[in-house]
Structures are given as C-alpha cells and as structure tokens.
C-alpha cells in the first residue's frame, strides 16, 4: 500500500528550527512530485514547498522564501524550517503527484505532523 508518513514536528520557540521529513514506501518517488502543505486550524490547506523530483527544481511559497528549504534524498523528502514565526504553527503535510501548487493536483497523503511555535 502507497503511504508517505511524515515525522518532525513538535513545539519550538519563536525564531527557532525544525525539520521535517516524509518518507515514502511501497513506490518510488522518482517519478512524482513532493509538495509540503500546512493547514492550520479555521483555515484552508495552503502549499508550502514543491520539489520535482525528475529534475529537482524546486517551487515555494513566497512567505516561505529564504525561511523554509524542501529537498530529497531517495525516498525521503525534507522540509528544513528556519526563523519560525508564530503564523507558522499547523499541521504539516507531504503529497505526492504530479506537480502542481494546489491539493488537488495531489494524490497520495500523509497523515500530517504537527507543529506549534510558543515562547
């Protein structure tokens, strides 16, 4: 069964880092593109960061520019988080498809990992 499950999330200081990761099991990801989303509470599912990973270009957010870093490593992808703010805090979600910046031009999900940034 195709699963992505991701994992980093937790509770850090305003300012502070954290890096997510998703890994992949039971197809590969060399064909597919990888898009982190977050959804906070009360609001809808916004893109965070895109990685091809045929050629490794790479799309994000321009909020997110220069902060957030997305990359690849085999069937992993990684969400590298700096200078965290406080309008950062959701739950965070890795897709796979083929390409695009909205949810729906994903087709498989993980189940999220949360993370909160308070003092």
């Known amino acids: 069964q195709v699963q992505l499950v991701e994992s980093g999330g937790g509770l850090v200081q305003p300012g502070g880092s954290l890096r997510l990761s998703c890994e992949a099991s039971?197809?590969?990801?060399?064909?597919?593109?990888i898009d982190w989303f977050r959804q906070a509470p009360d609001k809808g599912r916004e893109g965070v960061a895109c990685i091809s990973t045929s050629d490794g270009s790479t799309y994000y957010e321009p909020s997110m520019q220069g902060r957030f870093t997305i990359a690849r490593d085999k069937n992993m992808v990684y969400l590298q988080m700096k200078s965290l703010k406080p309008e950062d805090p959701a739950a965070y979600y890795c897709?796979?498809?083929?390409?695009?910046?909205?949810?729906?031009?994903?087709?498989?999900w993980g189940r999220g990992t949360q993370v909160t940034v308070s003092p």
């Open positions: 897709a796979a498809g083929m390409g695009g910046l909205r949810p729906v031009d994903y087709e498989y």
């Open positions: 039971e197809f590969t990801l060399d064909y597919y593109a």
